[in-house]
């Protein structure tokens, strides 16, 4: 017994002599950042993408890209003011950008058309200069144009609260533009609604399953297919 103490003693008194290390993050004592030129993370780790950058309003969750690819456009739901992001880019590589900004929730409105609160993930491009969104809690979806440096607002919307239905959240949608037919998301209502968008009426209202979430059609325009994050409903 004594002798495996000895041994273990004589082991520590010859092992080399530990020293403490001092780790630090990449971005020293910076804080977290978003910046077009590089970014900080909570962590400390300091990022650079690749491409070009642009900062768009708070909490992007929609994006659409227009058939030429020369407009994007993010739908961004917050916190605070709800607002939409156009990108453009013309003959140069340079990318204009310009941010449509909806009234704060906070703020005393008209109501009306003009009374513009909110946006969701849905946005079907029209033509170069506008393209329908989904304004989420008000049920409403409107036809943004952008064309104008004084644009702030919907030129029009569609309401999908009608025909009986109430409280509906208008989503996810998608335009068939040889038809003039939009297809969009109630959540609320777990449907699906068809619209004229020469007419802004409502040609038909589908039941689909619980949550309704995302659409896409098919090439040949004859399919619409539909996910649901819930779980379906028993009806």
């Known amino acids: 017994m004594f002798f495996a103490r000895s041994t273990i003693v004589l082991a520590l008194i010859g092992a080399p002599a530990i020293t403490?290390?001092?780790?630090?993050?990449?971005?020293?004592?910076?804080?977290?950042?978003?910046?077009?030129?590089?970014?900080?993370l909570p962590g400390g780790?300091?990022?650079?993408?690749?491409?070009?950058?642009?900062?768009t309003g708070a909490g992007p969750f929609g994006l659409a890209i227009?058939?030429?690819?020369?407009?994007?456009?993010?739908?961004n739901g917050g916190p605070g003011r709800?607002?939409?992001?156009?990108?453009e880019r013309g003959r140069t590589p340079?990318?204009?950008?310009?941010?449509?900004?909806?009234?704060?929730k906070s703020e005393p409105g008209e109501g009306g058309e003009s009374d513009w609160r909110g946006v969701f993930m849905g946005i079907a491009f029209v033509n170069d200069h506008s393209a329908f969104v989904s304004e989420g809690n008000s049920g409403r979806i409107g036809l943004f144009d952008w064309a104008g440096v004084t644009a702030s607002g919907?030129?029009?919307?569609?309401?999908?609260?009608?025909?009986?239905?109430?409280?509906?959240y208008s989503g996810d949608l998608v335009l068939d533009g040889e038809r003039s037919v939009l297809y969009v998301v109630d959540q609320a209502n777990f449907r699906?609604?068809?619209l004229d968008t020469r007419t802004r009426q409502v040609l038909g209202s589908i039941k689909v399953g619980r949550l309704p979430f995302a659409l896409t059609l098919s090439e040949d325009k004859r399919k619409l297919y539909v996910t649901n994050l819930g779980v379906f409903r028993s009806e």
Do not use: C, Y
């Open 154 to 168: 919907p030129r029009r919307t569609i309401d999908l609260n009608r025909n009986g239905f109430e409280d509906s």
């Open 82 to 87: 709800n607002s939409l992001t156009i990108m």
């Open 66 to 75: 227009s058939p030429d690819g020369r407009t994007a456009i993010t739908a």
């Open 192 to 194: 699906i609604v068809i």
């Open 20 to 40: 403490a290390q001092n780790f630090t993050a990449p971005a020293g004592d910076r804080p977290a950042q978003r910046h077009a030129s590089g970014s900080i």
């Open 94 to 104: 340079k990318w204009e950008v310009q941010h449509m900004l909806a009234r704060a």
């Open 45 to 55: 780790r300091v990022i650079f993408p690749d491409g070009v950058q642009i900062i």
